[in-house]
């Protein structure tokens, strides 16, 4: 069992930024590819980011390709998402996600992640 817990969510003015983090439990954690979600209201969710297990590749959606950063700390069991240039089209609930099936992927759909998040609200006020 994997549980992930986001923190750091808030709201922020359009151009700022916001550094969301999720801790992960378990001991393998330097094992599973983690991913970033989002899900604004009446829209399906969608592909963020991903790191693989090493942190050493990542793989963003267009949408916030140059502004968003995921990167990891496998000693802290933690992932991160540094968002800069925020936008109000990026107002959206986050969620982080864990693939214990696989140590890097480029799934946008979420079907390769096994455990979820419960989410943190990003607001971007324009």
């Known amino acids: 069992q994997v549980q992930l817990v986001e923190s750091g969510g808030g709201l922020v003015q359009a151009g700022g930024s916001l550094r969301p983090s999720c801790a992960a439990s378990g001991r393998t954690f330097s094992r599973y590819a983690m991913g970033w979600f989002r899900q604004a209201p009446g829209k399906e969710r969608e592909f963020v980011a991903t790191?693989?297990?090493?942190?050493?590749?990542?793989y963003y959606a267009d949408s916030v390709k140059g502004r968003f950063t995921i990167s990891r700390d496998n000693a802290k069991n933690t992932v991160y998402l540094q968002m800069n240039s925020l936008k109000p089209e990026d107002t959206a609930v986050y969620y982080c996600?864990?693939?214990?099936?696989?140590?890097?992927?480029?799934?946008?759909?979420?079907?390769?992640?096994?455990?979820w998040g419960q989410g943190t609200q990003v607001t971007v006020s324009s």
């Open positions: 996600a864990a693939s214990t099936f696989y140590s890097s992927t480029s799934d946008l759909s979420g079907t390769h992640y096994d455990y």
């Open positions: 790191i693989s297990s090493s942190g050493g590749s990542t």
